[in-house]
Nanobody
Framework: QVQLVESGGGSVQAGGSLRLSCAASVSTFSLTWLAWFRQAPGKEREGVAALFTVSGATVYADSVKGRFTISQDNAQNTVYLQMNSLKPEDTAMYYC????????????????????WGQGTQVTVSS
């Protein structure tokens, strides 16, 4: 069983930055995809960014391209989400997710493609 533990959430003003961390209980080399999702109250869970652990290839939601960066530290079994130029609409609970399965195309940012989930960390951006 893979456990994921997020940290780094908090409250910031619009235009600010936060870095989220997600520590995995297993080697990230044993996982194929690591991803970040978010869910605002009353909305569906949305894929934000995903990373293919083998090559480091990444994919982002259009809403965060150019502002968010996903990265991995295999020595620490950790995946990060650097969030810059934050906007009030980025306010949500952010979840780390992973899978050891093969995922292609648009499925890379779909919640149903991921098996393991963290408990989430809250990000609040004020205007």
């Amino acid at each position: 069983q893979v456990q994921l533990v997020e940290s780094g959430g908090g409250s910031v003003q619009a235009g600010g930055s936060l870095r989220l961390s997600c520590a995995a209980s297993v080697s990230t080399f044993s996982l194929t995809w690591l991803a970040w999702f978010r869910q605002a109250p009353g909305k569906e869970r949305e894929g934000v960014a995903a990373l293919f652990t083998v090559s480091g290839a990444t994919v982002y939601a259009d809403s965060v391209k150019g502002r968010f960066t996903i990265s991995q530290d295999n020595a620490q079994n950790t995946v990060y989400l650097q969030m810059n130029s934050l906007k009030p609409e980025d306010t949500a609970m952010y979840y780390c997710a992973s899978t050891s399965n093969t995922v292609w195309g648009s499925h890379r940012l779909r919640a149903g493609s991921y098996i393991y989930w963290g408990q989430g960390t809250q990000v609040t951006v004020s205007s």
